[in-house]
């Protein structure tokens, strides 16, 4: 395996790697939001009537709801209005094979570094590839299909399996959850599902790249996995977007349901267009994401290293319902230049003996601010209920910020609660160390940092964990010096 | 191999060492003794260049390249190893994988092929046993949860795997017992040869009774106010650093 100096005496001199647009037409509907757009998106799909009166629900709901101000992340006005809320790359049919693909595409998944091919022969991932809202490519599905796991595009799903669609759509995060939860389920477009059966470990990682592509249309992926009784699923959603000037707004919702004794780790490495040095465009990512541990002895983790967007606003949650249930929390938050992160965990303990972990780095380096903000409630019920909370924040030079802003709730006398926090500046001491034995600053400084969030990265699958440490090199050149 | 001329440095606005002079030749080693503050650990950290200490005058010839214009890693690359006084903690960092980083980028300076991880890990054994450090070190976090004693022996074993031309070891004596003094003194004595000097920076002389010096300089107020052999050391051990300062400050009696 190459070292993360390695990848960054590679990388060091690039710019955004991945800011290229490409050119395909795209069929989408006028910009703006109103019930006459909902209606065609919901069309275009040609979803049954009672998902369209779920977003109609959702729609109505929204337009009485403000746009939260608590995070600590300042930005202008999101004009709801001039926003394109559907666009797919225009095909003609449903596609059986790669060779139905426009070419332009595989193209741009090859600039990606994603080849489907390579992909399906080598890493043995499967790929539900999603290009602006509409899945082109769903690989390994035959195989998948065998143990009866379900790994298919919303839509699709909508289709062909409507009935668990409709059990578990929303049952995690309901349409009226937060202002942009609810837009979301007004107008989302596509995303994943995830079925797993019972006593069914699946056999390889299920994976998933976003990217967005089309100018000014916010993307609004939806995404919903469901283990049932004794499964497992290990989830990785990776991501990168083209170089735009205009901010675009992201808001999706990741809905995770883990039945009894069922397992479902989830493992995000977002790296999407952060904004220029001076804090010119870059992505909104305002994200609800909630796994509920329904079932006894069951677990949900989420894992996640966060160096792109301009504006993140994203926590992970689970709701520990089930006795004996175990949720997880591991972060990785990089913010410079302009960039703001708001980002942390609930733990909502509700079943008895019920456990969670929280491990959280922010990095801050440029002018950028990091907050890290969590919440650990244990409900009257959840007799012996456990939390661990380490929250520790890296400062790189003098202009940046990082908060911490814990909240902890205990309403059963049995609760057990730790909470540790600590925010170091990165040791001036430690990088002369390093370079007295020969390493340059900048590998030196990513030596450090990948040192710091060593805890998070040993939660990611292997090739994701190379992936963050590459990204964590690339975003901190020039940092420090 | 090392030719220092009139150094001077200050720390902010401190002026430390005022007017160094010392020439280290290949195969010799230079012990530098002084009383807390008189500039001993300055010199090494200057040597290394850290940004903290300002060079005011003087110059450091180094293979005939001028030193003080490197920036650390270079010096480094060019072989020169300090030996930390206080060695730090690096979190999460294992302290094979940092080595590991540090010898290849130092051998591919030089123009030489990387070693693999089975081929360092192989030597990086066969040097933690010359200077008697506990294997299970090699895969913990640099220094952290270290003993004093274990920080002290992971320099010198860092130093048994970089080879340096050039090693300064800045009180590398303080904080450990007779047995570890040994074993640290011994990795020391084994790499002494006629392709590398030595400065080893200490305040007491008990050290020196393991790692025999060709040359004592003492250190008085940011200048060497008396040099000479391996007995200067003894006479100051039995006289006290008094005795010096005063001869010192009074050259005619």
């Given at each position: 395996?190459?070292?993360?100096?390695?990848?960054?005496?590679?990388?060091?001199?690039?710019?955004?790697?991945?800011?290229?647009?490409?050119?395909?037409?795209?069929?989408?509907?006028?910009?703006?939001?109103?019930?006459?757009?909902?209606?065609?998106?919901?069309?275009?799909?040609?979803?049954?009537?009672?998902?369209?009166?779920?977003?109609?629900?959702?729609?109505?709901?929204?337009?009485?709801?403000?746009?939260?101000?608590?995070?600590?992340?300042?930005?202008?006005?999101?004009?709801?209005?001039?926003?394109?809320?559907?666009?797919?790359?225009?095909?003609k049919k449903e596609l059986q094979s790669l060779d139905e693909v426009d070419p332009d595409l595989l193209e741009t998944f090859d600039k990606l570094g994603i080849s489907l091919d390579e992909q399906k022969r080598l890493s043995g991932v499967a790929v539900d590839a999603v290009f602006d809202s509409v899945s082109v490519a769903t690989t390994f599905k035959d195989k998948l299909s065998e143990l009866g796991i379900i790994f298919c595009s919303f839509s699709e799903a909508v289709r062909e399996h409507p009935d668990l669609v409709k059990k578990y759509l929303g049952s995690v995060v309901p349409y009226s959850d937060n202002f942009y939860a609810t837009l979301n389920s007004a107008v989302f477009s596509d995303g994943s599902f995830c079925y797993i059966p019972?006593?069914?470990?699946?056999?390889?990682?299920?994976?998933?790249?976003?990217?967005?592509?089309?100018?000014?249309?916010?993307?609004?992926?939806?995404?919903?996995?469901?283990?049932?009784?004794?499964?497992?699923?290990?989830?990785?959603?990776?991501?990168?977007?083209?170089?735009?000037?205009?901010?675009?707004?992201?808001?999706?919702?990741?809905?995770?349901?883990?039945?009894d004794n069922a397992q479902i780790k989830y493992s995000t490495v977002q790296n999407w267009y952060p904004g220029d040095e001076n804090g010119k465009g870059g992505i909104y990512n305002f994200v609800t994401k909630r796994g509920a541990c329904r079932g006894s002895d069951s677990k949900i983790s989420w894992t996640q290293v966060e160096t792109g967007s301009a504006i993140t606003w994203k926590y992970p949650s689970c709701i520990l319902q089930g006795d004996n249930s175990v949720g997880e929390f591991y972060s990785v938050a990089l913010t410079k230049n302009y960039q703001q992160a708001d980002t942390g965990t609930k733990m909502v303990h509700i079943g008895k003996n019920t456990r969670s972990t929280i491990i959280s780095k922010g990095i801050s380096a440029?002018?950028?601010?990091?907050?890290?903000?969590?919440?650990?409630?244990?409900?009257?019920?959840?007799?012996?209920?456990?939390?661990?909370?380490?929250?520790?924040?890296?400062?790189?030079?003098?202009?940046?910020?990082?908060?911490?802003?814990?909240?902890?709730?205990?309403?059963?006398?049995?609760?057990?609660?730790?909470?540790?926090?600590?925010?170091?500046?990165?040791?001036?001491?430690?990088?002369?160390?390093?370079?007295?034995?020969?390493?340059?600053?900048?590998?030196?400084?990513?030596?450090?940092?990948?040192?710091?969030?060593?805890?998070?990265?040993?939660?990611?699958?292997?090739?994701?964990?190379?992936?963050?440490?590459?990204?964590?090199?690339?975003?901190?050149?020039?940092?420090?010096? | 191999?090392?030719?220092?001329?009139?150094?001077?440095?200050?720390?902010?606005?401190?002026?430390?060492?005022?007017?160094?002079?010392?020439?280290?030749?290949?195969?010799?080693?230079?012990?530098?003794?002084?009383?807390?503050?008189?500039?001993?650990?300055?010199?090494?950290?200057?040597?290394?260049?850290?940004?903290?200490?300002?060079?005011?005058?003087?110059?450091?010839?180094?293979?005939?390249?001028?030193?003080?214009?490197?920036?650390?890693?270079?010096?480094?690359?060019?072989?020169?190893?300090?030996?930390?006084?206080?060695?730090?903690?690096?979190?999460?960092?294992?302290?094979?994988?940092?080595?590991?980083?540090?010898?290849?980028?130092?051998?591919?300076?030089?123009?030489?092929?990387?070693?693999?991880?089975?081929?360092?890990?192989?030597?990086?054994?066969?040097?933690?046993?010359?200077?008697?450090?506990?294997?299970?070190?090699?895969?913990?976090?640099?220094?952290?949860?270290?003993?004093?004693?274990?920080?002290?022996?992971?320099?010198?074993?860092?130093?048994?795997?970089?080879?340096?031309?050039?090693?300064?070891?800045?009180?590398?004596?303080?904080?450990?017992?007779?047995?570890?003094?040994?074993?640290?003194?011994?990795?020391?004595?084994?790499?002494?040869?006629?392709?590398?000097?030595?400065?080893?920076?200490?305040?007491?002389?008990?050290?020196?009774?393991?790692?025999?010096?060709?040359?004592?300089?003492?250190?008085?107020?940011?200048?060497?106010?008396?040099?000479?052999?391996?007995?200067?050391?003894?006479?100051?051990?039995?006289?006290?650093?008094?005795?010096?300062?005063?001869?010192?400050?009074?050259?005619?009696?």
């Amino acid at each position: 395996m190459q070292s993360p100096t390695d990848h960054l005496n590679e990388l060091a001199s690039q710019d955004y790697k991945y800011g290229f647009v490409t050119d395909i037409e795209s069929d989408s509907v006028p910009p703006g939001l109103n019930e006459d757009v909902i209606k065609k998106i919901s069309a275009i799909k040609e979803e049954p009537e009672w998902l369209l009166e779920w977003r109609l629900k959702a729609y109505e709901h929204w337009l009485k709801m403000t746009e939260p101000r608590w995070p600590k992340v300042d930005y202008p006005e999101v004009d709801f209005q001039s926003m394109v809320y559907y666009s797919s790359p225009k095909a003609k049919k449903e596609l059986q094979s790669l060779d139905e693909v426009d070419p332009d595409l595989l193209e741009t998944f090859d600039k990606l570094g994603i080849s489907l091919d390579e992909q399906k022969r080598l890493s043995g991932v499967a790929v539900d590839a999603v290009f602006d809202s509409v899945s082109v490519a769903t690989t390994f599905k035959d195989k998948l299909s065998e143990l009866g796991i379900i790994f298919c595009s919303f839509s699709e799903a909508v289709r062909e399996h409507p009935d668990l669609v409709k059990k578990y759509l929303g049952s995690v995060v309901p349409y009226s959850d937060n202002f942009y939860a609810t837009l979301n389920s007004a107008v989302f477009s596509d995303g994943s599902f995830c079925y797993i059966p019972k006593g069914v470990r699946s056999p390889m990682e299920l994976s998933t790249y976003f990217r967005i592509n089309a100018a000014n249309t916010g993307q609004f992926e939806r995404t919903l996995i469901v283990a049932d009784e004794d499964s497992y699923v290990s989830y990785l959603e990776g991501c990168t977007a083209p170089m735009r000037d205009e901010n675009q707004l992201h808001a999706a919702v990741v809905e995770l349901v883990a039945l009894d004794n069922a397992q479902i780790k989830y493992s995000t490495v977002q790296n999407w267009y952060p904004g220029d040095e001076n804090g010119k465009g870059g992505i909104y990512n305002f994200v609800t994401k909630r796994g509920a541990c329904r079932g006894s002895d069951s677990k949900i983790s989420w894992t996640q290293v966060e160096t792109g967007s301009a504006i993140t606003w994203k926590y992970p949650s689970c709701i520990l319902q089930g006795d004996n249930s175990v949720g997880e929390f591991y972060s990785v938050a990089l913010t410079k230049n302009y960039q703001q992160a708001d980002t942390g965990t609930k733990m909502v303990h509700i079943g008895k003996n019920t456990r969670s972990t929280i491990i959280s780095k922010g990095i801050s380096a440029g002018r950028g601010q990091n907050s890290y903000r969590g919440l650990v409630k244990i409900n009257k019920g959840a007799e012996g209920a456990r939390n661990f909370s380490q929250c520790d924040s890296m400062l790189m030079g003098d202009r940046c910020g990082a908060h911490t802003f814990p909240y902890i709730e205990i309403n059963n006398p049995t609760a057990q609660v730790e909470h540790e926090a600590s925010t170091s500046k990165i040791g001036e001491d430690q990088i002369f160390y390093l370079r007295q034995r020969g390493i340059s600053t900048e590998d030196a400084i990513s030596m450090i940092v990948n040192g710091f969030c060593k805890e998070v990265f040993r939660e990611l699958p292997m090739e994701f964990a190379v992936e963050a440490q590459k990204l964590l090199s690339i975003s901190l050149e020039g940092s420090v010096g | 191999m090392l030719e220092i001329k009139e150094l001077q440095a200050k720390v902010e606005d401190t002026q430390i060492l005022k007017g160094i002079s010392l020439q280290v030749n290949p195969g010799e080693v230079h012990a530098v003794m002084g009383p807390n503050g008189s500039g001993k650990s300055t010199l090494g950290k200057v040597i290394a260049g850290h940004e903290d200490y300002l060079v005011t005058g003087g110059s450091v010839a180094y293979k005939g390249k001028d030193l003080l214009d490197m920036e650390p890693e270079d010096r480094a690359c060019e072989g020169v190893f300090l030996a930390f006084q206080y060695p730090v903690e690096i979190p999460g960092v294992g302290n094979n994988y940092f080595l590991r980083t540090a010898l290849n980028s130092i051998r591919k300076y030089r123009g030489e092929e990387e070693l693999d991880a089975f081929d360092f890990l192989e030597l990086a054994r066969e040097k933690a046993d010359l200077v008697e450090l506990d294997r299970s070190l090699l895969d913990r976090p640099v220094n952290e949860g270290f003993s004093g004693g274990e920080k002290k022996r992971n320099e010198v074993f860092q130093m048994a795997v970089l080879e340096p031309t050039l090693a300064v070891l800045d009180e590398t004596d303080s904080g450990l017992d007779i047995d570890a003094l040994k074993a640290v003194a011994d990795g020391v004595n084994s790499m002494r040869g006629p392709d590398r000097g030595f400065i080893v920076i200490t305040h007491y002389q008990r050290l020196l009774e393991y790692i025999v010096p060709d040359y004592v300089h003492v250190l008085h107020d940011g200048r060497i106010i008396k040099s000479g052999g391996k007995e200067l050391a003894l006479e100051l051990e039995e006289k006290g650093y008094t005795w010096i300062e005063e001869e010192a400050a009074n050259p005619a009696s």
